[in-house]
C-alpha cells in the first residue's frame, strides 16, 4: 500500500511558494515552510531545554555545595569561571587543597615506612645467613661415584684424586653462595637507604604544609 502511495505522489505537480512581492520587499523575507520547520524545531529545543531546568531546580539539593559557587565572579555583568591560575588567590580553595596534597602525602609515608620495615627485615636475615655460611667448616658432599681399583697404589692415587675434587667443591659452593648472599644484601642495604632519603623528605614536607596551612 506504501508503495502505491509514493507512485501516486511521484507523479504529483510540485507546488512551489511565491517569492516576496516587489511592493512587499520593505517588509524583509517572506517565510517559507522550511524556514518555519527551523523556528520550530528552535523553539521545541528551547522549551525541552527550560522543562529540564525547571525539574533540576525543583529536585534541587539545598544542602549540595561546589567550589565554583565561591570561586566563581560576576565581573561587569559576566560570569567569569575561576581558572587554576586564580583559584590560587581564594583562601578557603587553598587551605582544601593542602589539606589534600597534605592526605596525599601521609599515604605516601606509610607505605614507605612498610617497606623500610620488610627491608630491615630481608637484612637481618641475610646477615644471618651470611654469619652461618661463614663460620661454617665443612658442606654436605654431592652424590659420590663409584670408582675401583685393583692395587694399592691404584687406590691411593684415587683416594687422592677424591680428596681433591671435595676440596674444590667445597671451595665454589662456598664462594658461590657467598657472592650471592653479599650482592643481596648490599641491594637491600642501598634499598633501605634511599628509603630513608625518602622518609625524612616526605616527613619535612608534610610538617612544611601544617605550617603553611595554619598560616593561612
Known sequence: MASFEKAAKAGQKIHRERNQPIERRKFGHLEKHKDYVLRARN??????????LQIQARDKNPDEFHFGMINNRVINGKHIIANMSNKQSYPKYRK????????????????????????????????CTLSLYENKEGFKKSNSHVRFYE??????????????????????????????????????????????????????????????????
Request: glycine share 0%; no cysteine.
Open 151 to 216: 692395587t694399592p697404589d691404584e687406590k691411593k692415587e684415587l683416594k687422592k684424586y677424591q680428596d681433591n675434587q671435595v676440596e674444590t667443591i667445597k671451595l665454589n659452593v662456598k664462594d658461590t653462595k657467598l657472592d650471592h648472599y653479599k650482592k643481596a644484601l648490599q641491594a637491600r642495604l642501598n634499598r633501605l637507604q634511599e628509603l630513608r632519603k625518602a622518609e625524612s623528605q616526605l616527613r619535612s614536607e608534610i610538617l612544611q604544609m601544617g605550617k603553611s596551612a595554619q598560616k593561612r
Open 96 to 127: 582544601v587543597q593542602i589539606a589534600e596534597k597534605q592526605r596525599i602525602k601521609t599515604k605516601e609515608l606509610r607505605a614507605v615506612i612498610l617497606e623500610s620495615t620488610d627491608q630491615k627485615k630481608a637484612i637481618e636475615k641475610l646477615q
Open 43 to 52: 523553539y521545541q529545543q528551547k522549551k525541552e531545554q527550560l522543562k529540564k
